[in-house]
C-alpha cells in the first residue's frame, strides 16, 4: 500500500519517501523513525513483489511456530535491527522489508538449535539455512543496490530476539492421562520471575 503512494514507485520520490526512507545523513539530525519507517517502503514493483514472495514463504510456518505476538516483535526487532546494521556500515539510503525477513529466518534458526529432536538433529535445516544466506549474500556482492549488511542485521535480531522470547519447549512432566507436559523455558521468562521475586 505504501508502495502505491509513492509517486511512479519509485522510492527516491514522494512525500512518504523523503519523510520514512532511511537518510544516514536525517537520522543524525534526530530523525530516529526512519530506522523504523523504511521497512514499509520498497523501491519498485519487482522489490515489492520479492519480499512479498519472501515473507509468503516464511512468515506463515514462524507465525505458526512462535505465535502472533512473539512474530510480531521478531518482525519489527528485526527491521530496526536492519536500520540500525545499515545505518553503521552501509551510506546509502535504504528502503525495504528484506532485513525484517531474514530476522524471521534468524528466528527460525533458533528454533531449531533449541529444538534439535524435533528434525532429527536439524543438520538439513541449518544447512538450508546457510544456503539461502550465502545465496543472498552473493547476490548483494554482485548486485548494485542490495544492502548486505541490513540483511546481515535483519537476521542477527531475530537470532537475538528469538533467543530472549522464545519458544524454548523443554519436557516438564506426564499428565494423568498420559499426555506430555511441556513448559517454555525462554530468558523473557526467568526475568519476568525474578523481577516479581525481588
Known amino acids: ?8 514507485g519509485s522510492c527516491y520520490c514522494g512525500v512518504l519517501s523523503s519523510l520514512c526512507m532511511q537518510i544516514n545523513s536525517l537520522i543524525d539530525k534526530g530523525q530516529l523513525w526512519r530506522l523504523a519507517t523504511s521497512s514499509f517502503l520498497h523501491g519498485n514493483v519487482g ?25 510480531l516483535a521478531v518482525y519489527f526487532t528485526s527491521a530496526i535491527a536492519s536500520s540500525a546494521m545499515s545505518y ?9 522489508a528484506s532485513g525484517a525477513i531474514f ?5 527460525f534458526a ?26 543472498n549474500m552473493m547476490i548483494g ?3 548494485k543496490g542490495i544492502d548486505n549488511w541490513g540483511h546481515l542485521g535483519g537476521f542477527l535480531g531475530g537470532v537475538a530476539t528469538s533467543w530472549l522470547l522464545g519458544p524454548a519447549w523443554k519436557y516438564k512432566s506426564r499428565s ?3 499426555k506430555l507436559v511441556f513448559s517454555d523455558s525462554a530468558p523473557i521468562f ?7 521475586a525481588t
Open 1 to 8: 500500500m505504501l508502495y502505491k503512494l509513492q509517486p511512479k
Open 103 to 107: 530476522g524471521l529466518v534468524g528466528s
Open 141 to 143: 556482492i554482485l548486485s
Open 47 to 71: 522489490h515489492l513483489m520479492v519480499n512479498c514472495y519472501s515473507l509468503n514463504s516464511v512468515g506463515p510456518m514462524m507465525e505458526n511456530i512462535s505465535g502472533p505476538r512473539r512474530f
Open 176 to 178: 494423568n492421562d498420559g
Open 110 to 135: 533458533m528454533f531449531v538449535l533449541r529444538h534439535r529432536n524435533l528434525y532429527g538433529g536439524g543438520n538439513q535445516e541449518l544447512q538450508q539455512i546457510a544456503n539461502v544466506i550465502a545465496l
Open 88 to 96: 553503521w556500515f552501509c551510506k546509502a539510503p535504504a528502503v525495504g
Open 190 to 196: 526467568y526475568l519476568i520471575d525474578r523481577k516479581r
